[in-house]
């Protein structure tokens, strides 16, 4: 069965500084892979997804992720990140079984951002 | 255009209550599925609903149940509500009902059970 870790439970970092949230992935196959956002009292947000071809997505809001497959991981990364970037981030395998789709997501990462 | 639209917002209940919840998908979307989101966890797969036909469901007992309307317009219902079903339920639409489609979710319904 597929699984989704984000070792990470809570992560905080200044403002301006860089980011990168871990995540990784258990599927047999080439998974289809995203990012989302959850604000406070809000629903999921879609940050980047990664199907195939180039291992470096680039996404909204000035995320990026890079997939690499010999280490099943698909890490969120941000250069510069601004205190709005506080939320929620959860990362989450999409699969086909029989007629059926849906998505795997890991435990989430909570980002604080200090000012 | 209107995104995913989930009513109630909030919603109290006490044990052995039914609950139904209620998703309007985006307009185009003929594919929705519902999550459950226990405080601190990620979202859990409970159905899929595709051209108004389940297509999956999840590790969640019979007392969930849901079903999609010619409109495709859903609703989740649970019976016999227990404590353990407090939580978050999300609402998500795709254009389809294939891996690749992008799921759009909505604010959620917060369900408390006491």
């Known amino acids: 069965a597929q699984s989704v870790t984000q070792p990470d439970i809570h992560i905080t970092v200044s403002e301006g500084a860089s980011l990168e949230l871990r995540c990784n992935y258990s599927y047999g196959a080439t998974p289809y892979l995203f990012w989302y956002v959850q604000s406070p009292g809000q629903g999921l947000q879609l940050l980047l997804k990664y199907f195939s071809g180039d291992t470096l997505v680039q996404g909204i809001k000035g995320f990026e992720a890079e997939f690499k497959r010999s280490q099943s991981s698909f890490n969120l990364r941000k250069p510069s990140v601004h205190w709005s970037d506080a939320a929620e981030y959860f990362c989450a395998v999409g699969r086909s079984t029989g007629t059926a789709s849906k998505l795997t997501f890991g435990t989430g990462t909570r980002l604080q951002v200090t000012l | 255009d209107a995104g995913v639209t989930q009513s109630p917002t909030h919603l109290i209940k006490t044990r052995g209550q039914h609950v139904t919840l209620r998703c309007s998908p985006i307009?185009?979307?003929?594919?929705v599925s519902w999550y459950q989101q226990v405080l601190g966890q990620g979202p859990q797969f409970i159905f899929q609903y595709y051209e108004k036909e389940e297509r999956g469901r999840g590790n969640f007992p019979d007392r969930f149940s849901a079903r999609q309307f010619p409109n495709y317009s859903s609703e989740l219902n649970v019976n016999a509500l227990l404590l353990g079903d407090s939580a978050l339920y999300l609402c998500a639409s795709s254009l389809s009902g294939g891996a690749k489609n992008i799921q759009y979710f909505g604010a959620g319904t917060r369900l408390s059970v006491l």
């Open positions: 307009s185009g979307h003929k594919s």
